[in-house]
Antibody
Framework: QLQLQESGPGLVKPSETLSLTCTVS??????????WVWIRQPPGKGLEWIGS???????YYDPSLKSRVTMSVDTSKNQFSLKLSSVTAADTAVYYC???????????WGQGALVTVSS | QTVVTQEPSLTVSPGGTVTLTCASS?????????PNWFQQKPGQAPRALIY???NKHSWTPARFSGSLLGGKAALTLSGVQPEDEADYYC???????????FGGGTKLTVL
């Protein structure tokens, strides 16, 4: 089964860019059956969809974040990444990466990475 | 902005049955929204339970079932166990199936 692991800085300054990487094991990120998704959860709040990416590089971002989000895939490392620019305290959250089977079934999730935006 | 609405909280007795619902601000929820359900316990990542309305993952206990009910997606727990106490989130898809929107979550208390 797939395993996913988020990595990246746990503290980002306001107005800077948040960068996270998700490493996939137990399967290929180039699988035609999967999309890959980023989801976040502010402390004490619900889940928020950030966007998804296919191994080919096709991306689909939530409209509310689209102007600040960039996702990419590195098939040689079996990784996909998230960049969120111009962050504010409102971007403080646990960020999860997950596999998206058939583009609509989030099945396997990473354990999550807490990112705090603070000076 | 599309809003997906769930009951904020529900309480059920051990051994009982409870139904959680998931409504869309755009109208009736159908199978075309590919409803998914997730369980999240404190300090843990969400765990997928149901996909595409009523399909269970291999790890989903038999007491969990999904359906469409009165224009909403629904998750029913039958024979509730103490370990089912958790937050439950639904996920619906929009924009031709490319954009996911989560509900606000239901806090289920087993008491």
């Amino acid at each position: 089964q797939l395993q996913l692991q988020e990595s990246g800085p746990g503290l980002v300054k306001p107005s800077e860019t948040l960068s996270l990487t998700c490493t996939v094991s137990g399967g290929s990120i180039s699988s035609s059956s999967y999309y890959w998704v980023w989801i976040r959860q502010p402390p004490g709040k619900g889940l928020e969809w950030i966007g998804s990416i296919y191994y080919s590089g096709s991306t689909y971002y939530d409209p509310s974040l689209k102007s600040r989000v960039t996702m990419s895939v590195d098939t040689s490392k079996n990784q996909f990444s998230l960049k969120l620019s111009s962050v504010t305290a409102a971007d403080t959250a646990v960020y999860y990466c997950a596999s998206l089977y058939g583009s609509a079934i989030p099945d396997y999730w990473g354990q999550g990475a807490l990112v705090t935006v603070s000076s | 902005q599309t809003v997906v609405t769930q009951e904020p909280s529900l309480t059920v007795s051990p051994g009982g049955t409870v139904t959680l619902t998931c409504a869309s601000s755009t109208g009736a929820v159908t199978s075309a929204y590919y409803p998914n359900w997730f369980q999240q316990k404190p300090g843990q990542a969400p765990r997928a339970l149901i996909y595409s309305t009523n399909n269970k993952h291999s790890w989903t206990p038999a007491r969990f079932s999904g359906s469409l009910l009165g224009g909403k997606a629904a998750l029913t727990l039958s024979g509730v166990q103490p370990e089912d106490e958790a937050d439950y989130y639904c996920l619906l898809y929009y924009g031709g199936g490319q954009l996911g929107v989560f509900g606000g979550g239901t806090k289920l208390t087993v008491l």
